[in-house]
């Protein structure tokens, strides 16, 4: 709310940087290992007399050059562009705390930059002590640059202590510093060896070939032995919330990460069955699909990643819509209209309700959020009645995890409430909406089933899924209103009740209804 | 809609003293822009005379082209690499102006890395092109120039607009937000046009330097020396013209500063000027008088002095353009000496060591001979 927004239709500010991010990840975790693999392959090369080798590390030293210099470095500054654009006031953030240790990347990329331009250019022109020097000064300020960059990557996921004392150092060295780095090597040699691998299936079918084949393949062996272990560690480093959702909080989190390991362990799995033991079977195309899935693996483990970190921007600091967590409370008394230096409205009324609640939604929900294209909202409160979307706004990050609390004020959620519910004007059949919306109507059972589709109906269905009749069975009227009274002590993860007591009278009247009835005809409902 | 919208300062305070920050910000700016006027002018330069020297059969020009353009692959990795410290200094003490004019006019900004990609190829396959036999590499290389000069154009939109707060709310407002650039301002066009003739001299001055370089051919340095003198002159008259225009078309309480009103800005216009003209006179004379090396490399020295006084002077337009109503210097700061230090050191030796390298290959004289 303190920059204006830039609303990005359909796709959403998130995957503009998605676009940009994951090829730069994937392209320069690569040049950090082709780098290393160079000098490495040169040095081999000149210690046990394989010309060979030295052969292939010049042959493929221009793609390496040019991945580095023009792809490696435009995605990179397009990284910056694009954070800048999304969430300014994250950015400023990261760079006020780290403006030094962006600038020490920066010189060690100039190194990197000048050495793989006079590795490329020195190739004839100087001894070779010299260009294995140079070749290492490559190789070094290539994973210098990952070493620090790291520390700003995954102080976004795991401040640590910095959240309290901030300082530079307690935020770059944060908990999950360590294995991040180290699993990013691990990644970089594996990459630069699966491109290797492509290099070396070109060769004609032979000796060579094979040999060449066979030494590609060895660069997936640190990755295979080391990334089990780090990732256990980054996993044990990383907050509660982000360890559950990896393990099922939400369902997306454990799928991408699934498929990380699924598809790493088939690039392993390649690696040795094929490419190292019987190195003459790989053909180009098939080196070409190991590639591709190196690239499927960067993006879903780098989307896992990423996502594992709602619902913060910077964790336990900020939260992706860019409210501080220090002024939830202070919001959610002043509104955030009137603290919103852009809005269109400055305060929330009944008459301006809809103009009001779209402002909200830009402010509160929009950095995650579009209307109709990603995680688009319109579907996702689709059939949802006003006072049943306001009463998921209010307990929005009790009932999903990933997501920040409302941070507006109790008008401001009634006019956010307004807004969304009109994105689906006729969802509702016209019975419940009735029902929900009038409070006076006569039949209590109806209220009961009114105030359940409000207050209930996100988690549980009535006969299907979490079924509230199997919950209820036995129920009287006065037990059910008793429990209603006390639900959080009933399950720790539901909330309060906390409609009127005539609305509560009729749920419970409700309640007990269905848990004396036979299931429905049908299912769940 | 006048009012000037500015978001607040972040509350993390910046790690070094104001006055650090914007020292380090010029002077990397200061290498930032030297190459890039190379890429921008030497590319424009470059093609004129692919171009022209096709039509007419003129093989020195052509050649004069294709030494040109070898050089601008290079110049662009420098241009990106060194551009990298001033944009992140900009944006740590200019954040609440830079991210919402860069806001505002989101997706031609966000559309320099794709423009910039292009424009990078596209030089690539300019420069590796045989005396450019193929005439699709004139188009390709027409199309990097044209990315270069759109880059400029955008660049020259954002800087323009982060210093005007007062025009955010109502582009802001307007269903155009985000997808327009910035070019409502009567400094725009002169400001824009100024850099360009800027980077068309220096495009002059690397014809120049590719002539006295050369050796063996005298026919050919004679030519590369005359047309990229010429070009030199030529682009910095007119580069004077638009820079007056400039001048006048600034905020009048702003142009009053080097008029008189603050010595200190008015002394800075004052000496630039002067070496704009004295490198004029002093490349015009080493043209005609034609064995005059000196004369070029005193020329271009000028040259690069009013480049260091133009971006102080940027800095004074900037600060009067803004005001009171964002003072850079009043952020809360709390120097963290030991990261501050640690980047100087490595900065010292990450350019000794690439010195060293660059010398090592250049010399042909490494770890072996020594």
């Known amino acids: 709310m303190n920059y204006p927004f830039w609303d990005v239709p359909l796709l959403g500010g998130g995957l503009v940087i998605a676009l940009i991010a994951i090829p730069h990840v994937f392209v320069s975790h690569f040049a950090i290992g082709g780098g290393i693999f160079l000098a490495w392959t040169e040095r081999i090369g000149i210690r046990k007399g394989k010309p060979e080798y030295i052969a292939f590390a010049k042959r493929n030293t221009l793609f390496f050059v040019l991945m580095t210099l023009v792809f490696g470095a435009v995605t990179g500054v397009g990284i910056w562009f694009s954070i800048g654009l999304v969430h300014p006031d994250a950015t400023s953030a990261l760079i006020h705390n780290f403006v030094f240790g962006w600038a020490m990347e920066w010189v060690l990329f100039l190194v990197e930059i000048a050495a793989a331009l006079l590795y490329y250019y020195g190739w004839d022109r100087v001894d070779q002590k010299t260009h294995q020097f140079i070749g290492w000064a490559y190789a070094g300020a290539a994973w210098g640059s990952l070493v620090v960059i790291n520390g700003i990557l995954a102080f976004m996921l795991t401040p640590g202590r910095w959240v309290e004392t901030g300082g530079f150092w307690t935020g770059f060295f944060n908990p999950s510093y360590f294995p991040s780095v180290l699993i990013r090597t691990c990644v970089c040699l594996a990459l630069a060896g699966l491109y290797a691998l492509l290099m070396a299936s070109r060769e004609p079918a032979g000796e060579t070939h094979d040999k060449l084949v066979r030494y590609a393949s060895t660069w997936l062996l640190p990755a295979f032995i080391g990334l089990p272990i780090f990732a256990a560690w980054f996993v044990f480093t990383l907050p509660s919330l982000a360890q559950d959702m990896f393990m099922g909080r939400a369902v997306v989190l454990t799928i991408f990460a699934a498929l990380s390991l699924g598809i790493s362990a088939i690039i392993f799995a390649f690696a040795y069955l094929i490419a190292y033991r019987n190195p003459q079977s790989v053909s180009t195309p098939v080196a070409l699909l190991f590639l591709v899935l190196g690239l499927a693996v960067t993006g879903v483990t780098e989307f896992g990643r990423e996502a594992a970190r709602k619902p913060y921007i910077i964790y336990d600091y900020m939260y992706s819509n860019a409210v501080l967590k220090r002024d939830v409370a202070r919001l959610q008394q002043e509104g955030v209209l009137r603290n919103a230096k852009w809005a269109l409205v400055s305060k929330a009324t009944p008459q301006n309700a809809l103009i009001a609640g779209r402002e909200i939604f830009t402010l509160a929900c929009a950095h995650c959020h579009t209307v109709d294209g990603y995680n688009g909202v319109r579907l996702l409160v689709k059939g949802w009645p006003e006072p049943f979307i306001e009463h998921q706004l209010t307990y929005l990050d009790q009932l999903k995890g990933f997501m920040p609390p409302f941070v507006g004020n109790p008008e401001e959620r009634r006019a956010l409430a307004k807004w969304l519910a009109s994105l689906n004007p006729s969802a509702l059949p016209a019975r419940t909406a009735a029902a929900a919306t009038d409070s006076l109507s006569a039949d209590p059972l109806a209220r009961g089933e009114a105030a359940y589709s409000v207050h209930c109906a996100n988690c549980h269905t009535i006969d299907g899924r979490n079924a509230i009749r199997q919950h209820v069975k036995g129920w009287t009227q006065s037990i059910a209103y008793e429990r209603l009274g006390r639900l959080e002590s009933l399950r720790g993860y539901m909330p309060p009740y906390e409609g009127p007591e005539a609305e509560r009278q009729a749920l419970a009247a409700w309640l007990a209804s269905i848990g004396n009835d036979a299931p429905a005809a049908g299912g769940a409902r | ?370």
Not at chain 2, 207 to 232: I, W
């Open chain 2, 1 to 370: 809609m006048n009012e000037a919208i500015i978001p607040s300062i972040d509350p993390i305070a910046l790690p070094a003293p104001v006055w650090l920050m914007q020292f380090l910000s010029g002077l990397t700016f200061i290498f930032h822009v030297i190459p890039m006027n190379v890429v921008l002018g030497g590319g424009v330069v470059a093609l004129f005379l692919a171009v022209w020297g096709k039509r007419g059969s003129r093989k020195n020009h052509v050649r004069l082209a294709r030494r040109m353009t070898s050089v601008l692959p290079a110049a662009i990795a420098m241009t990106i690499t060194l551009g990298v410290p001033p944009l992140l200094f900009l944006q740590a003490m200019y954040g609440p102006l830079f991210y919402t004019s860069s806001v505002l006019m989101a997706w031609p900004w966000l559309s320099v890395i794709a423009i910039l990609l292009v424009g990078y190829y596209g030089h690539y396959y300019f420069s590796l092109s045989n005396d450019f036999a193929n005439p699709r590499a004139l188009v390709v290389g027409a199309v990097a120039v044209v990315a270069f000069l759109v880059i400029a154009f955008l660049y020259v939109s954002n800087m323009t607009l982060m210093v005007m707060p007062e025009r955010f709310l109502g582009i802001q407002r307007s269903w155009t937000s985000g997808f327009l650039p910035f070019t409502g301002d009567s400094i725009f066009a002169p400001r824009f046009l100024h850099f360009i003739t800027g980077a068309v001299s220096v495009g002059g001055l690397l014809a120049v330097f590719v002539g006295l370089l050369e050796r063996s051919d005298a026919e050919f340095k004679a030519v590369a020396v005359r047309a990229g003198g010429f070009t030199f002159v030529g682009a910095t008259i007119v580069q004077i013209a638009t820079g007056i225009w400039f001048l006048i078309a600034l905020r009048p309480r702003v142009m009053m500063l080097f008029m008189g009103q603050d010595h200190v800005a008015t002394a800075l216009f004052g000496v630039a000027v002067l070496l704009a003209l004295v490198a004029v006179a002093l490349i015009l004379v080493a043209v005609i008088g034609k064995k005059r090396p000196w004369m070029t490399i005193a020329g271009t020295a000028c040259i690069g002095l009013t480049i260091i006084i133009m971006t102080v002077m940027r800095s004074i337009v900037r600060e009067a353009y803004v005001g009171t109503r964002f003072v850079v210097a009043e952020q809360p700061v709390n120097p963290a000496w030991d990261v501050v230090v640690l980047f100087l050191v490595l900065l010292v030796a990450g350019t000794a060591l690439v010195g060293w390298m660059i010398h090592a290959v250049v010399t042909r004289r490494g770890l072996a001979a020594s």
